[in-house]
């Protein structure tokens, strides 16, 4: 372990994308509302517009005697080629390019739009900007090498993918083959069985993998927006699995995916099969406490339902609560979030509300659209201008593999980053019973991702202020899932680490030290301490009231 250089500022949250943009969506008629300001300004300014438009002039002629006016980011996997340096023609298209993209950025920061205004055309111009790059076109020295080696194959199948996406793909490039995994073949293996079903989910219990366990078990609670088997991918990145070699009894929650039918589903609903299943855990095992780890969404509804046992004076049935990247302060100020007005929050409840539920598929379009270069401009190229096939991901697989939200969830969702319950005591009632989490004193875990994009780490940061009891906070390197699929071994993993949680995430990460390796065995060692005492491993399943049914997965995992 070695402390970080204080010199190393505090990283900054992604500001482009998180979870409340997905809830809420993005309307088209937003960033053209914003595009047309935009123009409008630059009307009503012209000396404003003729300087950027003089500077952008002389740039573009340095670059057409050949200059090397910018640099383009180490990072930007678009232009590794070196075609794009060694041949004049590129070398200036990429030069152009670069220009414009710089010039639009200075003649936004330097226009008389107010904050707002100025983050709003800041995204837009983002969104346009990664749109028209020179690497989009069938120029692309990698399409053009492509082209020459297939006999001009590599087009007749670019034109092929294309259309199969255009029908069955909602108009995207596929991140994945819809042919390369399948569930319970080659994710989600993991041996167990159903033990209990409920509308609303399935509860798995795991086959134990270890001499001994643990006598008080684990129940994992994932998100509702995605499928569970983000936990049990494969053997080397099961987290599952490394719960069970390690003596805890783990159990996971399988979310039924929702139809029209289920659109009354709100969190209380959910919160109230999750206590039904945690009752089924304890009446299993015979331990009277359990241990509670919640995913994204998940962790706000293991937060709830903790709430509402402590209003019932019931929190004596938890032991433990571990959050991994999950918002429980939903207060995120990031561009996007600028176009969540009253009127646009409003319009995705009834646009839910009469469909019933809100489709995955449009959630995935949005977070598409958020990042584009990472999730549309790059399988835009791999698929369509090489003519390859998406390469076979197991965590891009799970990420395409949509699930639905009921109506009454979405509003429930909407209305938690309209309003930010949580952060007030009573701010939220769940089955009847208002939430308050400083009197919920269970000790907690928290995780989050330096790069997280969906629910940024300061926000995280922040949510574990609102518990109670003892409190530890790590923060991963990763992204959003990498920093859940952190095994040991991973030679990219380390973390940052400070026990002592300051009131300013800032001021926390500037004392805080970095620490190469897993986060994984720091959290095994602490909740270790909280799952009571070692005993024989018994390796039945269910018990007489619960007995076992269909083998893990399940059923409702294969839910379209």
């Not at 088209?28 to 595009?35: K, S």
């Not at 589903?265 to 099969?273: D, E, F, P």
């Not at 509402?308 to 999950?326: D, F, G, N, P």
Request: hydrophobic share 40%.
């Amino acid at each position: 372990m070695r402390e970080r250089p204080v010199t190393n500022p505090a990283p900054t949250p992604a500001v482009f994308i998180n979870a409340q943009n997905a809830i809420t969506g993005l309307r088209g008629r937003d960033l053209l509302t914003t595009l047309r300001s935009v123009a409008a300004h630059g009307l009503r300014n012209p000396m404003h517009t003729a300087r950027h438009a003089l500077a952008l002039g002389g740039q573009l002629g340095r670059v057409l005697l050949g200059e090397t006016v910018h640099e383009p980011n180490p990072n930007d996997v678009r232009f590794i080629d070196p075609t794009w340096k060694l041949n004049p023609l590129y070398r200036r298209s990429l030069q152009a390019y670069l220009s414009w993209q710089k010039q639009t950025r200075h003649w936004i920061d330097d226009s008389s739009l107010n904050a707002d205004d100025r983050a709003r055309a800041h995204f837009a111009f983002s969104l346009l900007n990664d749109a028209v790059s020179p690497s989009n076109t069938l120029l692309n020295p990698l399409a053009v090498k492509e082209l020459l080696n297939s006999g001009g194959n590599s087009v007749v199948r670019g034109v092929s993918n294309l259309f199969d996406d255009l029908l069955h793909n909602n108009g995207l490039p596929r991140q994945v083959s819809k042919h390369a995994f399948e569930v319970g073949k080659t994710v989600a293996t993991t041996p167990g069985s159903v033990v209990f079903r409920n509308e609303l989910l399935e509860l798995i219990q795991y086959k134990p993998m270890s001499e001994k366990q643990y006598a008080k078990p684990l129940l994992i609670v994932p998100p509702q927006i995605n499928k569970y088997y983000i936990f049990d991918l494969s053997p080397a990145n099961s987290f599952v699995q490394y719960a069970l070699k390690n003596g805890l009894q783990t159990f996971m929650v399988s979310w039924r995916n929702p139809d029209v039918r289920h659109r009354e589903w709100g969190l209380s609903t959910y919160v109230a099969a999750l206590e039904e299943a945690l009752n089924v855990c304890r009446a299993i095992t015979g331990a009277r406490e359990v241990n509670l780890m919640g995913a994204c969404a998940g962790g706000l509804t293991i937060a709830a339902l903790q709430g509402h046992l402590q209003a019932k004076r019931q929190l004596r049935r938890i032991s433990s609560a571990s959050y991994l990247v999950s918002l429980l302060d939903s207060q995120i100020d990031s561009p996007a979030t600028l176009f969540a007005d009253e009127q646009t929050l409003e319009a995705a409840k009834r646009r839910s509300y009469q469909q019933g539920v809100l489709d995955g598929r449009d959630m995935a379009k949005v977070f598409a659209w958020m990042r584009p270069n990472d999730l549309i401009w790059n399988y835009w190229i791999n698929n369509y201008l090489l003519g390859k096939e998406p390469p076979a991901f197991d965590i891009l697989y799970w990420n395409n593999d949509n699930t639905r939200l009921p109506a009454a969830l979405h509003g429930d969702l909407l209305d938690f980053f309209k309003h930010n319950p949580l952060s007030h005591p009573g701010g939220l009632e769940v089955c009847g019973t208002p939430i308050d989490l400083q009197k919920v004193t269970v000790d907690s875990f928290s995780v989050a991702g330096i790069n997280d994009h969906i629910t940024p780490w300061d926000a995280v940061y922040r949510s574990t202020q609102l518990l109670g009891g003892e409190r530890r906070f790590v923060l991963s390197n990763s992204g959003h899932v990498q920093s859940i699929l952190n095994p040991p071994g991973n030679p990219k993993a380390n973390y940052v680490e400070n026990p002592k949680l300051s009131s300013d995430p800032r001021a926390w990460y500037y004392d805080a030290n970095h620490v190469e390796g897993s986060w994984w065995p720091q959290w095994l060692e602490w909740i270790q301490q909280r799952c009571g005492v070692q005993r024989e491993t018994l390796t039945a399943l269910g018990n007489q009231n619960y007995p076992p049914m269909e083998a893990a997965p399940g059923t409702y995992v294969h839910v379209r």
